[in-house]
């Protein structure tokens, strides 16, 4: 029908197919490319898997790894090519003992004959959809120079293409063995790479034929169910109705310093020193939202998920009930072992399955330790515009080193990224430590420009009264405006 596009052939990898917006345009050829170990055959399993799911005719033509070994790993990873048809043109182990040897021909003006007449007999018969050549790189041993190559290809290409098959390739690129002839024969090129010190697979698509894609690199993960791709997230592809609305944090002196709460779909920054109470200060906020009925999520990136669970119920917040209720989830995460890109699919998964509507992540510098390449403030700008995008309001933990002393707001240059700043403060009061609460920021609203003494009980957070009769608060040592003040 005019005006929906070219038809889709799904990869079977989902977070590709999203990079590709709905998967490979049918009856087109691609070329995946990559050194050893970057995942190219497996893209081919996950492509000739969902062909099988999906009752299509498919073939593999291998020249690279024997039938029954393909289908060994593919059943390793969960991947069921019972229903394929196999065309295995790599060497028998007759080959070697035999000691074939040629004395008027080369072996390409041998070979390539048979080959040929063995690809165009199976193609005939079985007319596939999809057909998934592993690898083009042995295809080049067959021809006597690069032009006979050439020429080769593109009528191999195009001799799949019309009889309506949609083909994946695979090739080893390497320094000696440059794939520039296949890249330019073929209408999408996808590049796997593989760093090896960080131990980092990526992808990124160089080239798609007749439709847009998302650009930049993508992580790759190679597990026991086979590849999964996170793709880079674009906040502006991203959007969701809800109103802008205060959210209570249930405590009315907290109530009463942000003029109402903090609004739906803004990015509260929480900062302060350890031990101040800043996790749980974001708690309280979703310890009101689990009676509204709304889900929160929290992101630990430095405390143990139990000692958290522990330390909140003794101070009336009700997390085990929040947890049974569904209404909170706590993830303890391991920053080392997780990309940017993989923590922003949890999120996404968070906030459009579940429909998390508060989301806190405990905090920037755990977090910070999941990007390479210093990318924080970035990363962190597309994660934050995202949710605010699907209307989930944000709350980022951020550790300032110093306890008491010159006060800083974050120094990580993460400032512009919040609606709201909310600092909490240890002060030294006649040698006593106290905690102060007071607000920098807030850019829907106006706020209390006073301080209050914040303490955490049992019974929960308790904020006081402004404190009017100190000064130099932000220093951490402050001390009474009057000398009748400080005898009472």
Known sequence: ME??????????????????????????????????????TTLGMHYLGTGVAQQEPTLLITLGEPEQRLRRNAANIGIDLEGISVLDLTPSKEYFAENLTYDIFSPADVEREPTTQKIMAEVKRIQPQRVFIDSMTQFRYLATDNFQFHQQVLSFIRFLTDQGCTVLLTSESTATNADDDLQFLCDGVIDLAYNRSEDLRTL?????????????????????????????????????????????????????LLHGGIERGTVTVVTGST????????????????????????????????????????????????L?????????????LLSPDEFAQQVRQEVEQNQARIVMIDSISGYQLSIRGGELIKR???????????????????????????????????????????????????????????????RLSGFENTLREFEITRYGLKVGPPLTNLRRILSGIPDWTDESTQER
Do not use: W
């Open 3 to 40: 005006g929906q596009g070219p038809q889709r052939v799904l990869t079977g990898v989902s977070g590709l197919d999203e990079i590709l917006q709905n998967g490979f345009i049918s009856g087109q050829a691609y070329l995946t490319r990559g050194g050893t170990g970057t995942g190219k």
């Open 204 to 256: 990124e698509i160089i080239k798609f034929r007749g439709s847009d894609f998302r650009g930049g690199t993508h992580v790759v993960r190679l597990t026991h169910v086979g590849m999964s791709v996170f793709p880079r997230l674009r906040p502006e592809s991203f959007g969701n109705e809800f109103v802008s609305e205060s959210i209570s944090s249930g405590v009315p002196e907290i109530d009463e």
């Open 275 to 322: 031990g101040v109470g800043k996790t749980t200060f974001g708690l309280q906020f979703m310890k009101e939202a689990a009676g509204r009925g709304e889900r929160s999520v929290v992101y630990s990136f430095e405390e143990n998920k139990e000692t958290m669970l522990h330390r909140c119920e003794g101070v009336n917040i009700p997390v085990a009930a929040m």
């Open 324 to 336: 049974e209720q569904d209404t909170l989830s706590v993830v303890q995460v391991e920053a080392l």
């Open 380 to 442: 962190l700008h597309a994660l934050c515009r995202y949710l605010q995008n699907m209307g989930v309001t944000v709350i980022l933990v951020n550790e300032t080193e110093t306890i008491t002393g010159e006060f800083k707001a974050t120094g990580m240059g993460i400032s512009y990224l919040a609606d709201n700043i909310i600092f909490l403060r240890h002060l030294e009061v006649r040698s006593e430590l106290h905690k102060a609460i007071g607000v920098l920021k807030k």
